[in-house]
């Protein structure tokens, strides 16, 4: 069974630096697109930074300068490297997989499958 799990969120003053990362795990062959999204409190999801398996990446304005996505491909990892953090960054932080690619065995058959994976979510609270 493949899931993500992120790890690395909390409290940190206005100012501060904390790193995500979010690991997949299970029958996993490949992963296209890895990225983080956010969503605050009565807000709607938004994009924060995604990478490809290229390691071609984009950013929200938001965000610019400030995070660094980055990725290991061969641990099925990503990272967001959150630097000069403001209150207004405070947010669920979720990591998504698209384009996951995974093997899962029926009976003597290994069948390949493609979809897209969310973690469960890392809090983020900056303090002013």
């Known amino acids: 069974q493949v899931e993500l799990v992120e790890s690395g969120g909390g409290l940190v003053q206005a100012g501060g630096s904390l790193r995500l990362s979010c690991a997949g795990s299970?029958?996993?062959?490949?992963?296209?697109?890895m990225g983080w999204y956010r969503q605050a409190p009565g807000e709607q999801r938004e994009l924060v930074a995604q990478?490809?398996?290229?390691?071609?990446?984009n950013y929200a304005d938001s965000v610019k300068g400030r995070f660094t996505i980055s990725r290991d491909n061969a641990k099925n990892t990503v990272y967001l490297q959150m630097n000069s953090l403001k209150p207004e960054d405070t947010a669920v932080y979720y990591c998504k997989a698209a384009g996951l690619r995974y093997s899962r065995r029926i009976g003597s058959i290994t069948q390949l499958y493609t979809a897209d994976f969310w973690g469960q979510g890392t809090q983020v609270t900056v303090s002013s």
């Open positions: 990478i490809t398996s290229g390691t071609d990446s």
């Open positions: 299970g029958s996993i062959l490949s992963i296209n697109v």
